[in-house]
Structures are given as structure tokens and as C-alpha cells.
């Protein structure tokens, strides 16, 4: 298995960085495994970690008022969850559950936080990329609730 700064500037998300800047916030992450069922996160709770999923299947689901959680978007391998680290209040919006044994790479999100407010370049490259990731997030819920709803008369 290859080490976290192995693995990190072949991963989609660091893509272009330069080595020293993917260095530097490898130095914020940890290997974490995730059994089936198992949540890496709860909606309302504080957002302090950043994940890229290296192998499995995360589920991102919202609270309904009655019934059973809607699925509101899927993460694979080469995904990355969680974007609340970057964004006050610094709380999850949504669940994430793993559906399938799942191995990811946790980052800590004051860690990466105080990298960003250091270094101007580190802060903007996270934010272009988590941008990114909520904007893709963001189409995906839409088009999931276009499937629940319906699309409008």
C-alpha cells in the first residue's frame, strides 16, 4: 500500500499542485477504515475532518422529516467528502455513511485550516478545489430530488 504522500499528488482533487504544497497538507492526514453501516459523520455535528476515499462506497444522506433518510449523493474511490472543514460554523450538512468497507484518507480539518491561513497559496488551492466538490455536490442533490419530486408543471 502506498503512503498518504505516495498516494496524495496522483489523487484527482491535489492534481497541479506543487509537491511541497501536497507535502505540506499530507502532513494533516491519517489512513481510517470505515465498516459498512458505519458513519463517518453526522449532520449538525462539528465538521473537523476532510476525507478522500481511496476504496469503497460512502453514502451522503439528509434527514427527512418523516421516513428514512434521502440519499442525496454517492462517493467512490478517488471522491473526496466533507467540505464543512473550510466554511463556518464548521458543521457536517449532511450524514455520510459508508455502504461498503471503505478505506480513506482523514484529514484534520483545524490542521488544514491553519495551513490555509498561513499560506495564502495552500488556503487558495483548497478553496478552488472544495469549491469544486460543492458545486459537483450541489448538481448531484439537485438531480436526485428532480428524481424524488419531479420535475416542476
Known amino acids: ?12 482533487f491535489f ?4 509537491e511541497p504544497l501536497v507535502a505540506l497538507v499530507a502532513g494533516c492526514a491519517v489512513n481510517v ?10 449532520e449538525g455535528e462539528p465538521a473537523d475532518t476532510f476525507y478522500v476515499i481511496r476504496h469503497g462506497r460512502v453514502s451522503l444522506e439528509v434527514h ?7 440519499v442525496v449523493d ?5 471522491d473526496v467528502v466533507g467540505w464543512s472543514w473550510l466554511v463556518p460554523p464548521y458543521r457536517w450538512l449532511f450524514d455520510a455513511r459508508a455502504t461498503e468497507e471503505t478505506s480513506a484518507i482523514a484529514f484534520d480539518g483545524a ?13 487558495y488551492a483548497m478553496l478552488q478545489r472544495v469549491v469544486q466538490v460543492m458545486s ?16 416542476p408543471v
Open 136 to 151: 459537483t455536490r450541489l448538481h448531484s442533490a439537485r438531480i436526485r430530488l428532480l428524481d424524488v419530486y419531479g420535475a
Open 15 to 18: 492534481a497541479g499542485l506543487p
Open 33 to 42: 477504515h470505515f465498516h459498512p453501516g458505519q458513519h463517518l459523520f453526522h
Open 111 to 123: 490542521c488544514l485550516r491553519d495551513k490555509c491561513d498561513t499560506d495564502p497559496a495552500v488556503g
Open 1 to 12: 500500500m502506498q503512503t498518504i504522500a505516495e498516494y496524495l499528488p496522483q489523487h484527482p
Open 64 to 70: 427527512a422529516p418523516a421516513g428514512s433518510p434521502v
Open 74 to 78: 454517492s462517493a467512490h474511490a478517488d
